[in-house]
């Protein structure tokens, strides 16, 4: 399985990026967003089912929105009022099974896991 996830630059505070992750190698069921900060460590961001059901982390909700085209197999991360608390790698996590949704967030719970894409938000 490789995840490939692109989108990743430098944007000003207030911007947005698109993230694209896209998936090959095998059926994949559940999906997540996770970043990690200089210096801390990774968290969640986001998650989504590919037969439906997100989560979102408390600071993603209403900027954030993840979702989802089964029929290329790739993962969207649409971030809108980009903060400089953004600024981190963001890494792809997938699994083929169908997690429930209360355990999205859990990194654990993922099998494979991209390389990360770097988002940068300037002041």
């Known amino acids: 399985v490789q995840l490939q996830a692109s989108g990743g630059g430098l944007v000003q505070s207030g911007g947005s990026l698109r993230l694209s992750c896209a998936a090959s190698?095998?059926?994949?069921?559940?999906f997540g967003w996770f970043r990690q900060a200089p210096g801390k460590e990774r968290e969640f961001v986001a998650g989504i089912r590919a037969r439906g059901g997100t989560m979102r982390a408390d600071s993603a909700k209403g900027r954030f929105t993840i979702s989802i085209n089964n029929d290329k197999n790739t993962v969207y991360l649409e971030m809108n009022s980009l903060k400089q608390e953004g600024t981190a790698v963001y890494y792809c996590?997938?699994?083929?099974?169908?997690?429930?949704?209360?355990?999205?967030?859990?990194?654990?719970?993922?099998?494979?896991w991209g390389r990360g894409t770097q988002v940068t938000v300037s002041s």
């Open positions: 190698g095998r059926t994949l069921s559940t």
């Open positions: 996590a997938a699994d083929s099974r169908r997690l429930i949704l209360s355990s999205l967030d859990r990194e654990n719970e993922y099998s494979y």
